[in-house]
């Protein structure tokens, strides 16, 4: 698991993103909860993530440390300065590297760190921000804010495996990747069984409190899904819950709004994403107050760097 020291949470530089970045905007949003739930179910559509989340077993041993790690992840490669969200980034392409097997549907020899699979994460997790956070929260963006979300959403994506020329950049590119990908996505028992499972989680797994958020969030979450994938998942829902959740959902996070109320309702269900964003709220700016690119970040803090400093 990547340990960061809080008290140097944001010192060397602003990150890849900065202030006034919508990156900031939305990743620190109350939506981005709702978020991460959707985007990790989306996961499941691709065979070989759900291989691999099934085979290495984290969500079912401890499902509440397992999530809430990924989701501060997510948060410090947004917010976090540039050394920070380098090292959690090669951390995690560590770990995922062990994640390797068969996928049993195809038969073939499955990887995480696949880039087609890490595009999918990706693409899934930045659009699933973007969707819940205009469906529950403010609304939508502005046409430049869109467009400086997309740009922000690339340079993101260079903290994984992805190959550079294949990451939307726009709306339209992002619908056009999932009309692009949406024939090989399918399902299987191993894979509704995580849908199901991230939806409404086991309390025996991990905790009552973790039990009640996924149910809570649960039909906000469906509500944002189109019809086809809700079906062959096999978690669709009444319309009429879908008309509930809108207005439920909406009040919730205009009460969370409030960065205080946001960090008591957070704290008990993803202690570790709170203590990200309160480290992200507390710093003060940087020494460089800039911002940097991930290829800056890697030649200065990257694995090799802090090799040849050991020397």
């Known amino acids: 698991m990547f340990s960061y020291d809080t008290a140097t949470y944001r010192t060397t530089d602003y990150g890849f993103f900065g202030p006034d970045s919508i990156s900031w905007k939305l990743w620190t949003a109350p939506t981005a909860l709702i978020a991460f739930q959707r985007s990790v179910v989306l996961e499941h559509f691709d065979a070989p993530l759900a291989a691999a989340v099934a085979d290495m077993g984290g969500i079912y041993n401890d499902p509440a440390r397992r999530l809430d790690a990924t989701l501060a992840y997510f948060v410090t490669v947004a917010t976090a300065d540039s050394k920070t969200a380098i090292e959690a980034s090669e951390h995690l392409m560590t770990v995922h590297a062990k994640a390797?097997?068969?996928?049993?549907?195809?038969?073939?020899?499955?990887?995480?760190?696949?880039?087609?699979?890490?595009?999918?994460?990706?693409?899934?997790?930045?659009h699933s921000v973007l969707k819940c956070y205009e469906e529950y929260g403010p609304g939508p963006l502005t046409a430049d804010e869109e467009r400086r979300y997309w740009a922000e959403s690339a340079i993101a994506a260079q903290l994984q495996t992805c190959d550079p020329d294949q990451v939307p950049t726009s709306r339209?590119?992002?619908?056009?990747?999932?009309?692009?990908?949406?024939?090989?996505?399918?399902?299987?028992?191993?894979?509704?069984?995580?849908?199901?499972?991230?939806?409404?989680?086991?309390?025996a797994a991990g905790n009552r409190r973790f039990w009640l958020g996924s149910r809570l969030i649960a039909p906000a979450t469906v509500a944002t899904l189109p019809k086809w994938m809700r079906e062959i998942g096999g978690f669709d829902q009444p319309a009429l819950v879908d008309l509930a959740a809108r207005p439920l959902t909406r009040a919730a996070v205009a009460a969370a709004a409030n960065p205080a109320v946001a960090q008591r309702l957070i704290r008990p269900l993803a202690p570790m994403t709170a203590a990200v964003l309160a480290a992200h709220r507390a710093s003060a700016p940087p020494a460089d107050p800039v911002t940097v690119t991930p290829a800056q970040a890697r030649e200065r803090y990257g694995t090799r760097q802090r090799a040849t400093a050991a020397r």
């Open 100 to 126: 390797t097997g068969i996928e049993p549907i195809s038969g073939r020899r499955y990887a995480a760190n696949n880039p087609a699979s890490q595009l999918w994460i990706h693409v899934t997790g930045w």
């Open 172 to 203: 339209g590119e992002v619908h056009d990747y999932f009309d692009r990908v949406r024939p090989g996505l399918c399902t299987s028992e191993r894979a509704q069984r995580g849908m199901h499972y991230l939806l409404r989680t086991e309390g």
